[in-house]
């Protein structure tokens, strides 16, 4: 098996550049790492070129968002959370948004989520704007601000304004509201949280994440961690929520919850489009398999009925991510 995996990774690895770079491949089977490989993180304008080991640390894009869903986890398995309770957002129909509509991407909110510069976003207003570049003060309340264009629960809209939202109400639970709580405050509270509940038992101590001048997570699109560390979160979900020593850290229904399509994204790149879950993605063409999905082609692939956990990270364009996705595939037919 290892040597036809291995081909196919290496294939992928191989492909031209006008194709897309991929920085990192590892593929783990029933818990062990089969394959593992590095390339460079390609340079641009902002950056030069990186060559990528083991230690490296990799931005998620919003890979992040699906860690999120494993925060709100922990939160709910400490019955501090309920999902279908408002999350805290005033103003008329606002009132009536839920932490689960939030995560399911059903809030009612306007959001434009578009990433081509030059182009009307309210994401990359959020993410990009101000003279440093360093998104709006307060992203969260950004995003609650947008307008409200249907009722909870019922319009899909993919909106990386909704998990800021979520990231907000996150911060006020545990250090206090972002109107009165001093940032660096809010910031410590939720990174210790998440290091000593989440990253901590998994093993992973190189795990990073930007905050907005509120002292918010931005869990939308700014977290970063070595390629094997986004292994171990991706088995995580593998476990069903329960670490490799067995400690539960999430509900046992948890992994469902990330997997149970709620939308189908017919323009999603896999061959049948992608369906959405809360906060994950699932793919069609092979039911089980649920993903968390970033900008130009991050992924975290999970396949518990195979027990396979696959990732990738690196930069493909848009154009391209249709034959990433059928190298993936290529890769995940080796394996399972």
Request: aromatic share 8%; proline share 6%; glycine share 12%.
């Amino acid at each position: 098996m290892s040597e036809s995996v291995t081909s196919a990774v290496e294939t992928l690895m191989a492909r031209d550049a006008t194709a897309g770079v991929s920085s990192a491949v590892v593929v783990s089977v029933s818990g062990e790492v089969v394959v593992e490989r590095y390339g460079v993180i390609p340079g641009n304008a902002l950056r030069e070129e990186r060559i990528v080991d083991a230690s490296t640390p990799l931005l998620s894009w919003s890979v992040a968002k699906s860690v999120v869903h494993a925060i709100v986890g922990v939160l709910v398995a400490d019955a501090r959370v309920d999902l279908d309770a408002p999350i805290g957002l005033s103003g008329g129909a606002r009132s009536g948004i839920t932490w689960l509509n939030l995560l399911e991407m059903r809030s009612g909110l306007a959001f434009i989520e578009e990433y081509e510069i030059g182009q009307p976003s309210d994401c990359i207003e959020m993410l990009f704007s101000g003279n440093d570049a360093s998104g709006v003060p307060d992203m969260g309340e950004f995003a609650a601000a947008r307008d409200v264009v249907d009722q909870p629960g019922r319009l899909w809209n993919y909106s990386s304004g909704s998990t800021n939202i979520v990231c907000r109400a996150i911060g006020d639970l545990l250090a206090g509201p972002a109107a009165t709580t001093p940032p660096d405050v809010r910031a410590a509270a939720v990174t210790n949280f998440v290091t000593e509940r989440l990253m901590g038992p998994l093993g992973i101590d190189d795990w990073s994440v930007r905050v907005d001048a509120s002292g918010t997570l931005i869990g939308s699109s700014f977290m970063f961690m070595s390629a094997r560390s986004w292994v171990e979160f991706g088995e995580l979900y593998r476990r069903k929520g329960v670490t490799g020593n067995g400690q539960p850290l999430l509900p046992d229904i948890w992994r469902d919850h990330a997997r149970t399509t709620i939308a189908h994204d017919p323009d999603g790149d896999g061959p049948d489009g992608f369906g959405y879950g809360r906060h994950w993605w699932t793919w069609p063409h092979r039911p089980g398999l649920f993903a968390a999905h970033g900008f130009e082609g991050q992924f975290v692939v999970v396949w518990p009925e195979r027990e396979i956990t696959l990732v990738h990270f690196g930069v493909t364009p848009r154009s391209q991510a249709p034959g990433l996705i059928a190298a993936l595939d290529r890769v995940l037919d080796v394996v399972g």
